[in-house]
């Protein structure tokens, strides 16, 4: 088992920047891919970022790409998500996700996903 858990949310007006940290508990991070989703007030749990397990390849939601960077650290078992360039739209509670993905393709469908840490508040000011 995992345990997740995200920081660095707040307000951030229009064009700004964060970095959200989840920093993870457990054993054996490095086997699990980790994934960034995100979930806005009456909507469903979205996709935003996944990262293999060594690091070396990454996918994001088109709605973020090109303005979002996931990155992890195995030493520290940490991973973490740059965005620049925010829009009112980024606006919502981003969660941190873990699953082995052991014997199955990874997907992007957050009911597929094991772990999951409390999130974090993201605002952004139009």
């Known amino acids: 088992q995992v345990q997740l858990a995200e920081s660095g949310g707040g307000l951030v007006q229009t064009g700004g920047s964060l970095r959200l940290s989840c920093a993870a508990s457990?054993?054996?991070?490095?086997?699990?891919?980790m994934g960034w989703f995100r979930q806005a007030p009456g909507k469903e749990r979205e996709f935003v970022a996944v990262?293999?397990?060594?690091?070396?390849?990454?996918n994001y939601a088109d709605a973020v790409k090109g303005r979002f960077t996931i990155s992890r650290d195995n030493a520290k078992n940490t991973v973490s998500l740059q965005m620049n360039s925010l829009k009112p739209e980024d606006t919502a509670v981003y969660l941190c996700?873990?699953?082995?993905?052991?014997?199955?393709?990874?997907?992007?469908?957050?009911?597929?996903?094991?772990?999951w840490g409390q999130g974090t508040q993201v605002t952004v000011s139009s």
């Open positions: 996700a873990a699953d082995d993905f052991r014997g199955t393709a990874i997907s992007r469908h957050y009911r597929v996903w094991d772990y």
């Open positions: 457990g054993r054996s991070f490095s086997s699990y891919v």
């Open positions: 990262i293999s397990r060594s690091g070396s390849s990454t």
